[in-house]
């Protein structure tokens, strides 16, 4: 499959007639009638599920999709194609991840999945394209007889929204991580975006092609060479996508400097001004017109085959209007067009109407980070508390436990040279045996582990309760102890007193009172 921010293609192809015909049967099948709905292990292998590989391991989140979006996550051209999405398009389906954002992709429920393939993997909602030498009549009653022919009809709304002009231009900052042998400095992405109009007026978003590569691309290209010279960034690069109902133009500076954001925004603006002003170079215009209309009229689409490419092309305008699937694959009186527009100032309108005056813009920033990768996987990792990890922990051992069942029964007609009974007693059972029991372990160390901490808590809770009683005791204790030192202190320093009591105490308690009175009078001495 092919994903895209509004579409999802599910393409095909093969040189052998009945290959194809199987192979477009299984596609169909796979799309409009999928197991999923069967069998929730699809949805925890593709989307995302729990996993622990022993009890003494941690409980991690694997899944196709969801490792897959961590490595996109991860890549820099993918940051910044997404920010940019996101600044240009904040109120509509480009503004979203298509693929999952990796923090975001553990929310999704298997109900919640099953409830998106109901409403919008319809055939309703579909586009079939067919392209090659086959009997597209027999084709069309196949898919119909097989497929089509059993759904109903539903409205489905599905319309992609245009975004509504800012009030004034967008500014987004973020981060992409780098190793900590890189450095921080001369790394900053600065990318300066337009939305121009919707893809299905064909002139103009064609033109904007032409335009871009003399602007941005061919050699000496004059915007380029501007924001070179002025010293902004070692790589100056521009991104058209007219894939999507309203396309945009980037312009990005990489390996530059934070500090470069406010000149490499003027240094666009003002070079464009002077561009409309002074006139774009008729012979590069030409030159590019010429170029662009000998690839349409070969075909050349490189590497990628001739039918995919046009079914693609097909698909840039025909989702926006069932009624114009082909303004993209019928050109000729486009270049046309735009070859008699070259001796006008129609070129240079449209920089100062989609550009200069554009009422979607923005400017994204890039700003370089180590240890990004390492603080993203942290995230990833206190997303769930721990009664949550120990319930879907439990949730495991039931899963396994149900496996169980599935495989004691065993298959109905069982083939090769160990028969279904010895191959369950031998090798099947005493593996889930060890693996179910494996996860009772987990259950209940986790159960235990909390019951562990939970009694620990109480006595330390305790504890502090005791320890204040002895602090209390210990305080009314010294303070005692004060009492009866401040008494044998008067009691030494009058000896008439010590003398008149000496008559009513002991000799040995007489002698001791002496003692400590002597003791505590050099204690208190030293202390002064």
């Known amino acids: 499959a092919m994903t895209y921010p509004d579409k999802t293609v599910y393409p095909l192809a093969s040189c052998n007639e009945k290959d194809f015909q199987n192979i477009m049967d299984v596609y169909l099948d796979a799309v409009f009638n999928p197991q999923i709905y069967n069998h929730q292990e699809i949805f925890k292998q593709e989307g995302w599920h729990y996993e622990l590989e022993s009890p003494e391991d941690e409980l991690k989140i694997n899944g196709v999709v969801y490792n897959e979006m961590k490595g996109a996550f991860s890549s820099v051209a993918g940051v910044l194609d997404r920010q940019v999405l996101h600044s240009l398009f904040p109120d509509t389906t480009y503004g979203f991840e298509s693929g999952g954002d990796p923090v975001s992709i553990p929310d999704l429920t298997y109900e919640e999945y099953l409830d998106f393939h109901r409403k919008y993997y319809h055939p309703s909602n579909s586009f079939i394209y067919l392209y090659g030498d086959m009997d597209m009549e027999e084709k069309l009653r196949f898919i119909d007889k097989e497929y089509l022919s059993k759904y109903d009809t539903l409205e489905i709304d599905s319309e992609i929204k245009m975004q509504k002009p800012f009030d004034k231009p967008a500014e987004v900052e973020s981060y992409y991580p780098i190793s900590d042998g890189e450095s921080e400095e001369d790394n900053t992405i600065l990318s300066w975006n337009v939305v121009l109009d919707t893809t299905l007026n064909k002139e103009d978003i064609l033109a904007f092609q032409v335009l871009d590569y003399v602007l941005m691309t061919m050699p000496g290209a004059v915007l380029k060479q501007k924001i070179i010279d ?211 372990n987990v259950v209940n160390f986790a159960k235990g582990c909390f019951a562990q901490l939970k009694e620990l808590t109480e006595k330390y809770n305790e504890q502090l309760e005791v320890n204040e009683m002895l602090r209390k005791q210990n305080s009314r204790l010294r303070e005692s102890i004060d009492e009866q030192e401040k008494e044998i202190d008067g009691l030494y320093n009058d000896r008439k007193k010590l003398g008149y009591f000496k008559k009513f105490l002991k000799r040995e308690d007489y002698n001791k009172v002496i003692e400590m009175g002597e003791e505590n009078y050099k204690r208190n001495v030293r202390s002064r």
């Open 230 to 440: 002025a010293g902004i960034g070692k790589n100056v690069e521009s991104t058209y996508e007219s894939g999507i109902l309203q396309p945009y133009w980037s312009i990005v500076a990489k390996y530059a400097n934070y500090e470069d954001k406010d000149k490499f925004k003027a240094i666009i603006k003002s070079g464009l001004e002077e561009i409309v002003q002074n006139g774009i170079e008729k012979e590069s215009l030409i030159a590019t017109i010429n170029n662009l209309e000998f690839k349409y009229r070969e075909s050349d689409f490189g590497r990628w085959p001739r039918g995919l490419m046009i079914g693609l092309q097909m698909y840039e305008s025909w989702i926006y209007d069932e009624n114009q699937p082909f303004i993209y694959v019928e050109c000729n009186e486009t270049y046309a067009f735009l070859k008699k527009m070259v001796e006008t100032d129609y070129f240079e309108n449209l920089i100062e109407k989609y550009v200069l005056n554009s009422k979607i813009e923005s400017t994204v920033v890039l700003k370089p980070k180590k240890g990004l990768v390492a603080e993203t996987e942290k995230e990833l990792a206190d997303m769930y508390e721990e009664l949550k990890i120990v319930e879907n922990v439990a949730d495991l051992a039931k899963n396994v436990k149900k496996l169980e069942t599935m495989v004691r029964k065993g298959p109905d007609n069982p083939k090769g040279i160990m028969s279904a009974k010895n191959y369950r007693e031998k090798i099947v059972i005493p593996f889930i045996d060890k693996m179910y029991d494996a996860f009772k």
